[in-house]
């Protein structure tokens, strides 16, 4: 069979899915009952039409455009297979499925974030005044007190943890963000802030501040600094459909992973919500000895231990 045939006989099948997907939106009940039917026979056929022409055609534009027609069907023709899950069901086990299944993406945001954050901290350390440019000026009281001042006091010192968190928040959502523009804007972002954040500490580190630095973060960075890497993950998966998508088109690349995306952020932001709270009463109180290394450790080996564990699939 050649090309031309084979699109010939096929593609008023193909149109007719098309159309039907457009009708249903994502939702097959719209269809009604015989639509649904319809729906179904017109997917086996584009299914089998697909298996065909990888066989006969596997380096054609044409199979590519087949491929995202019949993943879209797909989608739609098993939307409510096993109901729809629920909210609870998500938040106990869906999204740290979610997370897990971004291994790759998960180490590269985290070795970007954390090599940089490396690489400026020994900078701080050995050339402190250099580094000093790089840090924000709401951070540099915190980073390099004023001459003359032993430390920040209480106010300054709950006005820096403050200033991180609302940092760290930005950081997390616009690293998502920009994961889209090819995954070269995420990627840039985490390098960034990375430095950022590990001038500040290699800055303080030089003056003999690290440790009123790290009181006043630690309880609340580990699991800020974790929400960054799982939703920067995401972003960068987005991102990377764009410049690899493989036999999709890139529109459809991408949809493929938008939804479990955006899922990923939503279930992001109650852990947010979590340091946001430890951030506002446990940073500020001025905890001393292990105290804001044990609330910061801890939370930030529950939030890993809950990939770990409950995003296994069983």
Request: one cysteine or more.
């Amino acid at each position: 069979m050649t090309l031309d045939r084979f699109e010939r006989e096929r593609s008023s099948s193909w149109q007719a899915l098309e159309a039907a997907l457009g009708k249903a939106r994502g939702k097959p009940e719209r269809l009604g009952a015989a639509g649904v039917l319809e729906l179904g026979g017109l997917y086996r056929a584009a299914a089998a039409d697909l298996a065909l022409a990888r066989r006969l055609f596997p380096g054609d534009p044409l199979t590519g455009r087949l491929e995202a027609l019949v993943v879209r069907a797909r989608a739609t023709v098993y939307a409510d297979v096993g109901g729809r899950p629920s909210p609870l069901a998500f938040i106990s086990r869906g999204y740290w499925r979610l997370v897990r299944e971004r291994r790759l993406a998960r180490g590269v945001a985290a070795t970007l974030f954390i090599g940089a954050t490396a690489f400026a901290l020994i900078w701080g350390i050995l050339d402190p005044d250099g580094a000093a440019g790089l840090v924000p000026g709401v951070f540099i009281d915190g980073a390099d007190p004023p001459r003359g001042d032993r430390g920040l006091t209480s106010s300054q010192s709950a006005a820096f943890s403050s200033q991180i968190f609302t940092n760290n928040i930005h950081v997390t959502f616009l690293s998502f963000a920009a994961g889209l523009l090819f995954a070269v804007g995420g990627a840039f972002l985490l390098v960034y802030n990375g430095l950022i954040f590990g001038a500040v500490l290699g800055v303080a580190a030089a003056h003999g501040n690290l440790d009123q630095v790290l009181r006043l973060v630690v309880a609340h960075g580990v699991l800020e600094l974790s929400c960054i890497v799982v939703a920067a993950a995401a972003g960068l998966q987005m991102g990377w459909a764009l410049v690899s998508p493989g036999p999709l088109t890139r529109p459809a690349a991408l949809a493929v992973q938008a939804r479990p995306a955006m899922a990923v952020v939503l279930g992001t932001a109650p852990w947010l919500v979590v340091a946001g709270l430890v951030e506002g009463y446990v940073s500020p109180a001025g905890w001393g000895g292990a105290g804001p290394y044990i609330v910061g450790l801890a939370l930030g080996l529950a939030f890993w231990s809950l990939i770990a564990v409950r995003g296994r699939r069983t």
